[in-house]
């Protein structure tokens, strides 16, 4: 008996862990691009890559508006005021219009996309759906006092449970929402908020190698920046800078971010490779990526690295940190480059990070005996796959710790 729960935990653990990578296969920009009634608000979702936010989810309802509708948003507010108003239209719950009359009690708050930004305060990113009298169904603000402004028209489409898409008549405007002051892209302070986010040795090569400059000239058609933590800068492996030229030190740092806005929907639902602003005719200088349930996780062909935290996502600018120094195969991976030999890194001496404590600087690499050494003279796929490799054995290490846990557990009721 006891053997069966403890089998059936692990079966559990490990289909939970192998839970799916998989998004749910639809695609919002082509369920809209059917009618032309919607091009307007289909438009807005592909500027603020809520598209992508959208079909990486499933069990979710898209409350559409039609161009006249839309009149009341489009061109009349900044992209990022836009975005947020338009998230508070994606339900993530499934609503077909069966179930829109069948709301128990007639009422009901449900979650929006606006709910996960983390830009809602209080109950703001919660659409309070409820059936009226006469068959109509109203959508309103779940702010205390707010008028259920909105109604529901008509259906547009269904791919039971994973997306339903319903026609309403007019946006849903939480209080605040259009008037909140957007948080102004151009204004930002890149390297203010990446010494806030512990990210100051990456925050300062950008300021002494003067491509911090580079990032701002294209602010205003899209950044997004991977801004490795100062842990990253410590571990194991990194290469020494001092080594490098200096036009190397800009490739570097120029790898480490996009000349386009790619939150982290976007980054989920990535099948390509992606340029960067080192990227010029004689490097490539791309990055691909790899999803596992809401982590992104980097792949530059020397090693993958983790999309830790979102420092700033207002349209078109995204800051994430990262968790390892992104190291671009054009500089670290064929060639004998200046990188360091791997002698030198492998011998016991010099290294502080080598010391015994579990600093987090350890913490990338703590489960295969991964090679100590950044680049190898290995292609692309072997150097890339074999620390990927002991990212999932990390994974793997952790669920079976979880199960001990639960084994415990059990043996003490
Ligand atoms: C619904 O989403 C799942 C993934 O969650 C996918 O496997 C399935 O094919 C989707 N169904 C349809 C009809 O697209
Ligand atoms: C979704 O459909 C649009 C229009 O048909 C297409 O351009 C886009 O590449 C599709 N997106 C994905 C992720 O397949
Ligand atoms: C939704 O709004 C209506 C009208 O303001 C209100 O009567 C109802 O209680 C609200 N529903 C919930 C679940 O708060
Ligand atoms: C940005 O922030 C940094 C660090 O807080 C500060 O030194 C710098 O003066 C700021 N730059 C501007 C233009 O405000």
Redo the contacts with the bound molecule.
Sequence with gaps: MAALRIFSLLVLTFSLLSVSVTVGGH?I??IL?GSSDYSQFNSYLTQTKLADEI?SRTTITVLVLNNGAMSALAGKHPLSVIKNALSLLVLLDYYDPQKLHQISKGTTLTTTLYQTTGNAPGNLGFVNVTDLKGGKVGFGSAASGSKLDSSYTKSVKQIPYNISVLEIDAPIIAPGILTAPAPSAAGVNITGLLEKAGCKTFANLLVTSGVIKTYESTVDKGLTVFAPSDEAFKADGVPDLSKLTQAEVVSLLEYHALAEYKPKGSLK?NKDSISTLATNGAGKFDLTTSTSGDEVVLHTGVGPSRVADTVLDATPVAIFTVDNVLLPTELFGKSPSPAPAPEPVSAPAPSPAKSPSPSPADAPSPVAPSPPAPPMDTPEGAPADAPAESESSKAKNAAVHVSAICLLRLRLE
Excluded: P
Aim: glycine residues 0%; without cysteine.
């Design positions: 695609n920009t082509d691009a079909n639902t």
